[in-house]
């Protein structure tokens, strides 16, 4: 059995390299979010890298756009939901991309939140796609009638 268990462990990470799915886990007692190797390639951040929640990573443009991922998480862990949500975010080199961040809170016996945990895919071409249909759409509205 473990083997088979250590078999699909090893197809899961495979799935998510070629898929380009992260994973990152907030440490909801330090305050801290691990991000695994993936994570790290989407967000163009060093490997092993480990964010304090406390302050605003590189990849946020704006304190702003922080708070609002920061409210989405806690939102979640209040009401002991899943999220699922769409920001671009701006790399140190220049380009913005498209993520979606999707993350569910695991909580103890009393109902305390220990640590979140989710991923983080890379999602700029559909995004792009979006955003380019919804233009053509509109330019249509405005001038098509």
């Not at 702003?64 to 009401?79: P, R």
């Not at 993520?99 to 979140?116: A, F």
């Not at 991923?119 to 249909?133: G, H, Y």
Request: include cysteine.
């Amino acid at each position: 059995m473990d083997r088979i268990k250590q078999n699909i462990d090893v197809s899961i990470t495979d799935l998510n390299a070629i898929a380009r799915i992260g994973y990152w886990q907030l440490d909801t007692s330090s305050e801290t979010y691990m991000l695994d190797d993936i994570s790290c390639e989407i967000t163009q951040l060093p490997n092993n890298t480990i964010l304090n929640a406390k302050e605003k990573p590189p990849f946020c443009s704006t304190e702003n756009k922080w708070a609002i991922i920061q409210e989405t998480l806690a939102k979640a862990i209040e009401q002991k939901s899943s999220f699922n949500h769409e920001v671009e975010l701006f790399l140190p080199e220049g380009n913005s991309i498209w993520v979606v961040l999707i993350g569910k809170g695991n909580y103890d016996k009393n109902g305390s939140c220990v640590k979140v945990s989710g991923m983080i895919q890379d999602i700029t071409v559909r995004k792009n796609s979006e955003i380019e249909l919804f233009k053509k759409k509109r330019n249509f509205k405005l001038y098509g009638e």
